[in-house]
């Protein structure tokens, strides 16, 4: 089964930090470009990352840019998104894609397939 899991979601506190992960099972991961997205109720999913496959050049949105950092390791057939100096607006649910164009990054949600279940993230005092 071609699946990708991802884990990490906690609560924390604003300025806190946290690194999720991204698992696939039953594939290669090295062969794509990994997308990170949140959404919360009521609001589109929004892509916040993304780590091409082919020279590992990596993308944020503004806002998460100079926060949030992305890496994979192809060994462990494990994507990353580490997340520092949280604010309340980061709280969501995580997910993370493969893209649709292989190796390259893509910056829309419906260039991405296999999709996780997602993993909760909440920043709260």
């Known amino acids: 089964q071609v699946q990708l899991v991802e884990s990490g979601g906690a609560l924390v506190q604003p300025g806190g930090s946290l690194r999720l992960s991204c698992a696939a099972n039953g594939f290669r991961l090295d062969a794509y470009a990994i997308g990170w997205f949140r959404q919360t109720p009521g609001k589109e999913r929004e892509q916040v990352s993304c780590?091409?496959?082919?020279?590992?050049?990596?993308y944020y949105s503004n806002a998460v840019k100079d926060r949030f950092t992305v890496s994979r390791d192809n060994a462990k057939n494990t994507a990353y998104l580490q997340m520092n100096s949280l604010k309340l607006d980061d709280t969501g649910v995580y997910y993370c894609a493969t893209s649709k164009g292989g190796d390259a990054c893509r910056w829309r949600t419906n260039e991405f397939a296999s999709w996780g279940q997602g993993t909760q993230v909440t920043v709260s005092s």
């Open positions: 780590i091409s496959a082919s020279d590992g050049s990596k």
